[in-house]
């Protein structure tokens, strides 16, 4: 029988076979004496079935490895979906040898090392899939942003519903804690760093992790990344010690300790220096232009002097010759500009606006004034009036104080070439992929800190379009104070990752140490240093920690946690070697709270409880304002006092019941000091000052004008806003696992929904599709598509028909992911269905 034969009867011919085993094992025990007892029946029954799913297993993990086709074991239809929906014929040679290395056919840990734009995210997909379709295991990626986690969604979701396994998105306040255990289908979960951590807790929590196959992780070197390397490293640690069977993939740029990281996830190692297009690097000193040559011995080698006719006036305006750098490339070709901050990237592209010629109007200029249109649309008529000076010219700006709606239409507008020059910040290189005919560094710096190699290299890296330009090239802009440092930046080795779980004073060893006990993984002193022994901690320590030993650092944690009373000593061992957690404990990690807030968020719900008001959303608000974005944000006092003012009598109540009486606003305001008596906790202040903001917005719904009233960034109040329904989410957690604030689940579960989509309500439902912005909500809901089943039963082209601005691309990508969501919910009902009408295995039985 040949291997498409065999794996088209699999399915059956496994079924009929355990069918056949269980009717021959009850005939042969049949024939054991009638009067045994009903309850030793019922208990060979159980043994009969333990006995055929071994068997089944077995049987299905030889089959497992068999083929589902030519392409890497893989149908030919994946192949086909790649071409369709990616656009990519075929693969590059170091994606195949990627492909068929024997550490991946035998399912070993691998990281692979490539530079940016080298096509690591293919080869993962690829692995994604077989995962899925040949070993039929659920799959978890996790990406380190949470516009990186939709943009994923969104491109997947057509897979999916083809291939029918389920896309489920981690991000935000979406997902759900444990997963839905889905019986017909595999899913793959995609999330954050901080979503990853919290489905890996609860899969281990509802012993379930062995479900998942295959761990994705890009951007491996995020380890090193403080805060969030620390949770990163959390998840992976707890992978490989809870479950053997599941294999680990980190997608990494070049690092200099990569045996560290080998090490830590007993991972073999793959790196090739492949990109697809050639990059060429040169720094620009006056009107010089070097290039980078690391056989030089400054690193830089002459290669022209610029030509540009330079007036007076703009020698004044751009002394730095951006003008001069970004005219030979565009319009017919894209320039990213990369500035030190948010202010310089749109005076940048302010002041190139300025000095171009009258013809840049002309270049693309109806689908320019398309875009005008659609970000006036996302502004609810609003326009910022930078990008309405610069777009006409092809020119945006692009940071973290745009809007996500006006991000998306940004990056959607550059990459179909109707813009072809981006000035925006570093982080736009760690996010979605705009690759660049040309890259301009405009300064060694981000805000005050001088470029790290990585950041240049992950910049730089954008520079060439695969299947576009044969070569791409950047330029990094030098004054003469900065050329030394610069030279060490360019001949720099690459940087070391180093384990950041004592970041912080500490605090992710601490968090770590506590999910431990809670989720019974370790619960001596012993079990907590055998498991930090095979973290990057425990390779690194000698050299990360050298004067504490991991044993010490247990100890000294373990001791750090029973002071806050998130731990405490099993009463039924007295010499005290087993650790228990407590209710605050197991609230704290169940809803993913920082130990730093954890006692001050108990502190404010019990409070709250008091005298909770509810005749206005303002307090529930206030008590899931973010405790970590107080920092980010100042008071403006007299804003503070205007907004207090127009505020309802109950809710003026509320401000003093949290310990803002008006009075000491108004000194505030007036610029008078306040006495010792009447002083209020500046935190509680600021904290209340956000809840104001988000208050606002919940009422309104209007970002632009809630953004304006408050003097602070359209991005900033997004960004707030997004935070809150992700702490929100945590704190309904929290107080699931704390008796005394059940009244708060019913009332956070409908406020996390409020501040996910903070929209009139008929739009809630389209906004549920990754990818559908308020906007385009209102257009479809126009159009008459008003429900999901709309959305996921429409046809592409009349989608495209009925709704202005919208490709046939996006429109088959909203389709799809709303079918894909149908699915979930179709399949989440299914399950409860299932487990209502399956009769209990337990059920107690009165013998005869």
Known sequence: MNKTEDTQRGPKARRSMANAMKRAMLGNAATVSSSVAKIAQQQKELLVTEEINVAMQTMQS??????????FGLPSKVKDLINRLKGIEDLYDWQKTCLTL???????????????????????????????????????????????????????????????????????????????????????????????????????????????????????????????????????????????????????????????????????????????????????LKDSIYEVDSKEEQCLKFSRLLNYKYSNSLKKMDPDHIVALVTEVIPSQSCLVFCPTKKNCENVAGMICKYLARDFLQHKEAEKATLLKELKDCGNGLLCPVLQKTVPYGLAYHHSGLTSDERRLVEEAYSAGTLCLLTCTSTLAAGVNLPARRVILRSPYIAMDFLRRSQYKQMVGRAGRAGIDSMGESILVLQEKDKIMAEKLLSAPMEKCYSNLLHDGGKGLLSLILSLIGLNVAQTLDQIRNFLSGTLLGVQQAHVCPERSLSEMAAQSVEALMEKALITFSPDHPDGSVLLITKLGRASFKGSVDLTYSDVLYRDLSKGLEGLLLNSFLHLVYLVTPYDMVSQCKPDWMIYFRQFTLLTPSEQKICAAVGVPESFVARKAAGQSVKKSQSVDTEVASRLYLALVLHALLKETDLWSVSERFQLTRGFVQTLLSSSSAFCSCVLHFAEELEEFWPFKALLVELT?????????????????????????????????????????????????????????????????????IQEKAEALQEEVDDLLTKPIDLPSVGS
Do not use: W
């Not at 030889?62 to 589902?68: A, V, Y």
């Not at 990754?770 to 008459?784: D, S």
């Open 102 to 284: 024997e550490s991946v056919q035998q399912r070993r840990n691998l990281i692979y090392s490539l530079p940016t734009s080298g096509g690591k995210t293919l080869v993962a997909e690829i692995l994604i899939l077989k995962e899925i379709l040949c070993r039929k295991n659920d799959a978890l990626l996790i990406l380190p942003y949470v516009s990186l986690v939709q943009e994923k969604v969104r491109g997947l979701a057509s897979f999916g519903v083809e291939l029918d396994f389920l896309v489920e998105e981690y991000a935000g306040s979406k997902g759900k804690f444990p997963p839905i255990k889905r019986r017909q289908k595999n899913s793959l979960y995609i999330t954050t760093i901080e979503k990853g951590h919290s489905l890996v807790n609860s899969l281990i929590d509802t012993s379930r992790l062995d479900n998942i196959g295959l761990v994705v992780v890009d951007e491996l070197h995020m380890l090193g990344d403080g805060s969030r390397g620390a949770v990163l490293e959390m998840t992976l640690a707890k992978v490989l010690h809870v479950s053997k069977s599941t294999q680990i993939i980190g997608m990494s740029a070049t690092l200099g300790n990569v045996g560290d990281l080998q090490k830590f996830l007993k991972a073999e190692n793959y790196s090739n220096d492949f990109r697809p297009v050639q990059l060429k690097e040169y720094v620009k």
């Open 753 to 821: 929904r409020r501040l996910t989509y903070c929209v009139q309500t008929e739009l809630i439902p389209l906004m549920e599709v990754v990818g559908v912005m308020e906007a385009r909500a209102k257009q479809l809901y126009n159009a008459g598509y008003k429900t999901l089943a709309h959305l996921a039963n429409a046809d592409p082209n009349d989608l495209v028909k009925s709704v202005e601005n919208l490709s046939k691309r996006q429109a088959n990508q909203i389709v799809a992911s709303a079918k894909m969501l």
């Open 62 to 71: 030889i089959s497992m490895e068999t083929d589902l086709g030519p392409f």
